[in-house]
T-cell receptor, first 113, second 112 residues
Framework: GENVEQHPSTLSVQEGDSAVIKCTYS??????FPWYKQELGKRPQLIID?????GEKKDQRIAVTLNKTAKHFSLHITETQPEDSAVYFC????????????FGPGTSLSVIP | DAGVIQSPRHEVTEMGQEVTLRCKPI?????LFWYRQTMMRGLELLIY????????DSGMPEDRFSAKMPNASFSTLKIQPSEPRDSAVYFC??????????FGPGTRLLVL
């Protein structure tokens, strides 16, 4: 069935270091991969997304890479700041399922000043 | 646009009572999703609608849960009877086709 796995479940980095979160998906028909950031007590909000026809996308300190063959994608945050501390969710979607979106279990990122 | 609107924002009820959560999606969005979030189970997809039609309700925990979408601008998630284990944050989200999915602010439900 459809499934999205995410690792690690928790991640602690020093301010200024990089953070990498990895996800794998089960359905090869998946064609859209968003990443959401959820701060404590707030709703998940989209920070970056990538479609299956692109291998990499970057937005300032955030980048996402996609390997369709291996069915995995990753979030890279460079020069981390304390305000990057949050829970990050990866997700996968595919058109054949009427735009269903499946989320990974989340990664709790702590950036230590 | 006001974004996805959910009500109530907080709900405290006693076990056995009926709970109704409401959602207004972003105008023009044709898919609507109900999620439940807990520490133990993360963000679970309960049910989603496409063009007001329920497509997949396999995530609905049991018959006590039901959801409706009578028109393109309104959806409800009902729990009857509620139980303490239903305590969670319930998010509604909407999107248009394969574009960005936007979440509402959530409803924090506490069942005593």
């Amino acid at each position: 069935g459809e499934n999205v796995e995410q690792h690690p479940s928790t991640l602690s980095v020093q301010e200024g270091d990089s953070a990498v979160i990895k996800c794998t998906y089960s359905d090869s028909a998946s064609n859209y991969f968003p990443w959401y950031k959820q701060e404590l007590g707030k709703r998940p909000q989209l920070i970056i997304d990538i479609r299956s026809n692109v291998g990499e996308k970057k937005d300032q300190r955030i980048a996402v890479t996609l390997n369709k063959t291996a069915k995995h994608f990753s979030l890279h945050i460079t020069e981390t700041q304390p305000e990057d501390s949050a829970v990050y969710f990866c997700a996968a979607s595919w058109k054949t399922s009427y735009d269903k979106v499946i989320f990974g279990p989340g990664t709790s990122l702590s950036v230590i000043p | 646009d006001a974004g996805v609107i959910q009500s109530p924002r907080h709900e405290v009820t006693e076990m056995g009572q009926e709970v109704t959560l409401r959602c207004k999606p972003i105008s023009g969005h044709n898919s609507l999703f109900w999620y439940r979030q807990t520490m133990m189970r993360g963000l679970e997809l309960l049910i989603y609608f496409n063009n007001n039609v329920p497509i997949d309700d396999s995530g609905m925990p049991e018959d006590r849960f039901s959801a409706k979408m009578p028109n393109a601008s309104f959806s409800t998630l009902k729990i009857q009877p509620s139980e303490p284990r239903d305590s969670a944050v319930y998010f509604c989200a909407s999107r248009r086709n394969q574009e960005t999915q936007y979440f509402g602010p959530g409803t924090r439900l506490l069942v005593l």
